[in-house]
C-alpha cells in the first residue's frame, strides 16, 4: 500500500530555515503528482505547494518566494525547502500523492504530518 514518511520538522527562529522530506513506497513514484499542505491549530488544512511529474510546480501565494518544492524520482522523495520562516508558519505539515492528471483533482494519499514551530 502507499505510504508517505515526512521528517524534517522541528523548531526554528523566525528567519531560519528548516527542510522536510517526504519518502514515499507503494507507488510508482515518477508518475504521481505530489503537494505539500499545512494545518494549524483551529485552522483548515491549506494547500502550500505542489509538482507533478513533469516538474511543474505551484506555490500558496504565502509561501511564494520562500518556499521551494522539489523532487528525486530515484529516491522516491519530495521535498520543502522552507526559507526566512515566520511565526505564522507554524503548523502541521502534510506530504500528499495523486496519479490523478489535473491539479483540481485532490490528493488520494497521505502522509502522518510533521510539526513545524517557528518561534518569534
Known amino acids: 500500500q502507499v505510504q508517505l514518511v515526512e521528517s524534517g520538522g522541528g523548531l526554528v527562529q523566525a528567519g531560519g530555515s528548516l527542510r522536510l522530506s517526504c519518502a514515499a513506497s507503494?507507488?510508482?513514484?515518477?508518475?504521481?503528482?505530489m503537494g505539500w499542505f499545512r494545518q494549524a491549530p483551529g485552522t483548515e488544512r491549506e494547500f502550500v505547494g505542489g509538482?507533478?511529474?513533469?516538474?511543474?510546480?505551484h506555490y500558496a501565494d504565502s509561501v511564494k518566494g520562500r518556499f521551494t518544492i522539489s523532487r528525486d524520482n530515484a529516491k522516491n522523495t519530495v521535498y520543502l525547502q522552507m526559507n526566512s520562516l515566520k511565526p505564522e508558519d507554524t503548523a502541521v505539515y502534510y506530504c500528499?500523492?495523486?496519479?490523478?492528471?489535473?491539479?483540481?483533482?485532490?490528493?488520494?494519499?497521505w502522509g502522518q504530518g510533521t510539526q513545524v514551530t517557528v518561534s518569534s
Open positions: 509538482i507533478n511529474w513533469s516538474a511543474t510546480i
Open positions: 507503494g507507488l510508482t513514484f515518477s508518475n504521481y503528482r
Open positions: 500528499a500523492a495523486s496519479p490523478r492528471l489535473f491539479w483540481d483533482q485532490g490528493y488520494d494519499y
